[in-house]
C-alpha cells in the first residue's frame, strides 16, 4: 500500500512540495513547538502565525504531520521530525537512516516524503553522534553535501559533549563545511546545558561562528540561541521533548505514579513540575499568571494528572515564551537583541531571593526556588558584538 498521499486529500501550501525553495526563509526567526506525535494532532491557539509553527515529533510524526494539515486544517510552518536519532546511531559508512523495506531508498526518498506529508522544509534522518566520534560527524557532513536540494536542514544529533572546550573547535570547523543550513540536537539525561559550566558560552560560539544554524528540542535554550545569531529554533511541549537522551538508555524518572505538568513560571523564567509547585505554594498565595489561559490565576492549579490540566499547562507554557518572541523580534538583531535578552535574564534572577521570601523560605534555601545554572549564564555572559 502506497504512503503517497491521494490528490483528492493533499494537504494545503503545495509550494512547500518544490524541493528548490529555500529552507532559511521559510524558518528564519521562528521558535518551533514541538508536539509529541503520539497523539492526536490539533491545532493550538497559542502559536503565533508570524513567529512559530510547529515540529511534530517521534514514530508517527509524518502520519501525524499530515493529519494536522489534511484532516486539522493547520496551514503554518511545520518540520517533521521522526526522530531516528533515538534509535539509531550514526556510523562512518552510514550517517543516516534511511527505510530498509524500499528497494530504492535514499536520503532523498526520506526528504521528499516529509515535503509531501506537508513539511516546510525537510529533515535529514541522522543517526545520534556520539561523544568524540569525529568520523561518523565527518560522514555526515560528507553525505549532507551531496544532498542537491534547497529545501534542506541537516539534523546534527550530538552529545552535549562536543560542545565541551575539548570538542567545540571540531564541531565548529565541520559545520562550517556543511553547505546546507544545519538543525543541532543535545542528547544527555535532564538539562544538557547544565553538563558542564562552559557549554551555553560554547553553544553562542557556535552561533556566532556558523551561519544557517537551529537549535531544536530544547527548552529556553531557544530563545538564547535567537538572540545570539541562530535562524530558527524549538521548544518541546513537554519535558521529554525538551531534550534527547542516546540511543539505548532510558529516560531517568521519578517515583513511578501519575506524571503532571511542568509548568513555565514566568517572573523566575524556568520550569516546575506541578507538584514542586503545590507543595510550596501549600500555605502561602502562589504566584500567578496574567496570561489568556491564565488570566490572573495561580499556578499551583496544574497539580492534576487529567488531559484538560495539561492542556491548560501547555497553552499558558506556549502562550509565555511564544510572548517573549514577540517582544524579541522588536529588538533588532545584535547587541540591542542580546542585551535585552541578558536584562530580562538577570531580573529573573533577581526574582528567586524575593520569592523565596515571600513564600517564608529565606533568600537562600535549599527547599525552595534555585535559579538554573543556563538562565544565571544568560544573565552574566558579555554580550558579543
Not at 556510523?91 to 516546510?120: H, I, N
Not at 529533515?123 to 561523544?131: D, H, K, R
Not at 540511543?247 to 506524571?259: D, H, I, L, N, R
Not at 492542556?311 to 510572548?323: F, I, K, M, Q
Request: charged fraction near 25%; aromatic fraction near 6%; proline fraction near 9%.
Amino acid at each position: 500500500m502506497s504512503n503517497t498521499p491521494s490528490p483528492r486529500r493533499r494537504p494545503p501550501a503545495l509550494k512547500t512540495l518544490d524541493h528548490t525553495v529555500p529552507a532559511v526563509p521559510l524558518l528564519q526567526g521562528r521558535v518551533l513547538l514541538h508536539e509529541n506525535a503520539l497523539n492526536l494532532p490539533r491545532p493550538r491557539r497559542a502559536l503565533d502565525d508570524d513567529f512559530s509553527g510547529v515540529v511534530m515529533t517521534g514514530a508517527k510524526a509524518d502520519e501525524r504531520a499530515f493529519q494536522l494539515r489534511s484532516t486539522a486544517g493547520y496551514e503554518g510552518t511545520l518540520l517533521i521530525d521522526s526522530a531516528p536519532y533515538t534509535t539509531y546511531v550514526a556510523t562512518p559508512d552510514e550517517p543516516f537512516m534511511v527505510p530498509t523495506d524500499e528497494l530504492f531508498a535514499s536520503v532523498d526518498t526520506s526528504l521528499a516524503f516529509q515535503k509531501a506529508r506537508g513539511a516546510s522544509a525537510a529533515l535529514t534522518p541522522t543517526g545520534y553522534i556520539p561523544p568524540a566520534d569525529s568520523k561518523a560527524l565527518k560522514a555526515v557532513m560528507r553525505e549532507a553535501n551531496r544532498i542537491e536540494r534547497a529545501d534542506t536542514v541537516v539534523s546534527l544529533p550530538v552529545d552535549v559533549t562536543w560542545l565541551n572546550r575539548e570538542n567545540i573547535g571540531q564541531l565548529i570547523a565541520v559545520c562550517l563545511k556543511i553547505r546546507h543550513p544545519k538543525a543541532l540536537i543535545l542528547f544527555r539525561q535532564f538539562d544538557p546545558l547544565e553538563q558542564t559550566k562552559d557549554i551555553p558560552a560554547n553553544l553562542r560560539r557556535l552561533l556566532a561562528e556558523v551561519e544557517h544554524m537551529a537549535l531544536l528540542r530544547t527548552d529556553l535554550a531557544a530563545l538564547d540561541a535567537i538572540a545570539h545569531g541562530a535562524f530558527c529554533a524549538g521548544i518541546g511541549v513537554q519535558s521529554s521533548l525538551r531534550h534527547a537522551i542516546p540511543p539505548g538508555e532510558k529516560a531517568q524518572v521519578g517515583k513511578p505514579g501519575p506524571t503532571y505538568p511542568n509548568v513555565l513560571m514566568p517572573e523566575l523564567m524556568c520550569f516546575k513540575g506541578a507538584a514542586s509547585l503545590a507543595r510550596l505554594y501549600s500555605n502561602v498565595d502562589p504566584a500567578t499568571c496574567s496570561c489568556e489561559e491564565c488570566d490572573g490565576r495561580g499556578l499551583d492549579r496544574f497539580y492534576l494528572p487529567d488531559g484538560e490540566t495539561r492542556r491548560e499547562a501547555d497553552n499558558h507554557t506556549v502562550l509565555t515564551w511564544s510572548g517573549w518572541v514577540t517582544e524579541m523580534a522588536g529588538y533588532r538583531p545584535g547587541p540591542a537583541r542580546k542585551s535585552w535578552w541578558r536584562d530580562k535574564c538577570a531580573a529573573a534572577v533577581d526574582r528567586y531571593a524575593l520569592e523565596n521570601q515571600r513564600i517564608g523560605l529565606g533568600a537562600s534555601p535549599r527547599s525552595g526556588f534555585q535559579a538554573p545554572s543556563p538562565l544565571k549564564a544568560w544573565a552574566t555572559l558579555p554580550v558579543a558584538p
